[in-house]
């Protein structure tokens, strides 16, 4: 009977093996950091107090262990980027000056990476307000956090959380004054105030991002990265609002590659599952409304010519 | 000489000359929000959704003074519905516009004091004001306030269904106004229908 018993549950067994949170291999080192950076306080010996002490970590050393290990990035050492110097414990001060390295550092020139587009997307960021305006101060780190960073608009088909993402990117400088003025004097300017002309300003912040507007769309790139002055912002309503929307080039991008040309319906992708007024139109609904508008005014026409023949 | 019977009471004609006016501006920016262009719009985008916008909110007050002239005045009992004869009624006014029509036939359901639209009319005059109408409104209002719309119906966006519906329940209300026109010049005259909409008196 237990063995009966146990052959049954055996196969529930192998499957919640299946169902286990992948194992990182460099999980055990990256622990010796994760143990001080991935909590809010650590210790350290203190020769000169000849003690111990406990003490509370930078916040903005604070790494999220759960998040990194679902990021981009998460089978790399801590050291695979910083110095192995920080193996020593507690740290060097000058550690701190090293260099970062930026994304075509790793990804540049690479195959395996050509379809991200690093040499395109460093041109186009090297062209954006970002680096015109800020120089080397710029770099990807400040939009893309290299500990949590994953690739989103390439693998995630919930648009809405796409637009979330991305647009907390943005956010994460443009509505944080600590972090914005890292790279300005100037006093945070107010999203809301700047965008006060927009109408339906909510839904709006919620159903596009703020790169379609804000960037220069190159149809090659999936996600443009050249980031303009807010004098070359999108603020014609008919650029997304109609037949051709842009919108169909940057944030539907994906879906209309996989989804255009059914019936030689352009906005067939945009149809199902968004609106937006003046670009959404359902082919057979234009056919359809053609059609009764032309039949109705016909009968009108033959019945007005009845009339005034039979007078 | 035939007596002129008053038919339609200043009230009504003040909501209609009103609402025919909106109705036209909310054509016109309607069909201009839905084939917007890059290259040439018919009316500014901007323009069109907020004149599109107040004149919604401007035919929407009109409707309810409708409504409540129809529901407090003896104006509302000429869109009552009897069921008794309303097919065979139907039939028999639309054999009329047909056929009749043309043969110089007396028309089945003249207009009198009591009986102010034949079939025909009352059908469709209640299938545009209580059916299509009040769709249009709803509709209207909600893609005015969309955070109040259920994001998604059965894996469909709420906000584009709520989108399909206004602009389905606009375009039958357009194709109802251009019969409507059309019917109006059957009347004494091509163009006593119209002078009654002015002067009150059919």
């Known amino acids: 009977m237990v063995t009966t018993l146990l052959l049954w549950m055996l196969p529930v067994a192998t499957f919640a093996e299946d169902e286990e949170a992948p194992v990182f291999e460099n999980a055990e080192y990256n622990h010796q950091c994760f143990k001080c950076h991935g909590q809010k306080t650590y210790r350290y010996y203190n020769e000169s107090m000849d003690r111990e002490m406990k003490d509370r970590m930078n916040p903005y050393f604070i790494i999220d262990s759960a998040l990194y290990y679902q990021s981009n990035h998460a089978s790399f050492m801590c050291t695979d980027c910083h110095s192995p110097e920080y193996e020593t414990f507690p740290h060097a001060g000058e550690l701190r000056m090293e260099q970062q390295f930026a994304c075509l550092d790793c990804h540049g020139g690479d195959e395996t990476y050509a379809h991200y587009q690093f040499e395109r997307i460093e041109e186009e960021f090297q062209a954006s307000i970002h680096s015109t305006k800020h120089n080397e101060d710029f770099t990807c780190w400040m939009c893309h956090n290299p500990h949590t960073y994953k690739i989103n608009a390439r693998n995630n088909h919930n648009i809405k959380e796409v637009i979330v993402y991305d647009n907390n990117i943005c956010l994460s400088c443009h509505a944080d004054i600590n972090k914005y003025q890292l790279l300005s004097d100037e006093e945070n300017p107010s999203i809301l105030a700047a965008h006060e002309w927009l109408p339906n300003q909510t839904l709006h912040f919620s159903k596009v991002r703020c790169i379609e507007c804000h960037t220069e769309i190159d149809k090659e790139m999936l996600i443009a990265h050249k980031v303009c002055s807010k004098e070359k912002a999108v603020k014609r309503c008919v650029e997304c609002h109609s037949q051709n929307s842009l919108l169909t080039a940057t944030l539907y991008k ?6 255009r040309n059914k019936l030689g319906f352009f906005n067939a992708a945009i149809l199902t599952d968004h609106y937006i007024i003046g670009a959404n139109r359902n082919y057979y609904l234009n056919v359809a409304s053609i059609v009764i508008f032309g039949l109705t005014l016909l009968v009108i026409i033959i019945h007005a010519i009845l009339r005034i023949i039979s007078k | ?7 339609y009471p200043v009230w009504l004609r003040i909501w209609h000359i009103i609402n025919a006016v909106l109705f036209l501006v909310l054509i016109a920016t309607g069909l201009s929000l839905q084939y917007a262009s890059v290259d040439y719009s018919f009316i ?14 401007a035919i929407t007050i009109a409707y309810f003074m409708f409504v409540f002239g129809n529901l407090f005045t003896k104006n509302g009992k000429f869109y009552k519905i009897k069921r008794k004869g309303f097919f065979s009624d139907l039939f028999t006014q639309i054999k009329y516009y047909s056929y009749g029509i043309f043969v110089h036939q007396k028309t089945p359901f003249p207009v009198t004091a009591k009986r102010k639209f034949n079939p025909l009319q009352k059908v469709s005059y209640v299938g545009a004001m209580y059916f299509l109408f009040p769709i249009m409104i709803l509709s209207g209002l909600a893609l005015i306030f969309p955070e109040f719309i259920v994001p998604n119906v059965f894996g469909f966006s709420g906000i584009h269904l709520t989108g399909l519906v206004h602009i389905i329940s606009g375009f039958g209300l357009s194709i109802f106004l251009c019969i409507h026109l059309y019917f109006c010049t059957i009347g004494k005259t091509p163009t006593s229908n119209f002078k009654s909409m002015i002067d009150g008196y059919h």
């Not at chain 1, 994906?254 to 989804?259: A, I, S, V």
């Not at chain 2, 000489?1 to 038919?7: A, I, P, Q, R, V």
């Not at chain 2, 500014?44 to 909110?57: K, P």
Request: zero cysteines; aromatic letters at 14%; charged letters at 25%.
């Open chain 2, 1 to 7: 000489m035939e007596s002129k019977l008053y038919l």
């Open chain 1, 254 to 259: 994906f879906e209309t590659f996989e989804k």
């Open chain 2, 44 to 57: 500014d985008f901007e323009i069109a959704v907020s004149t599109h916008n107040i004149a919604g909110v």
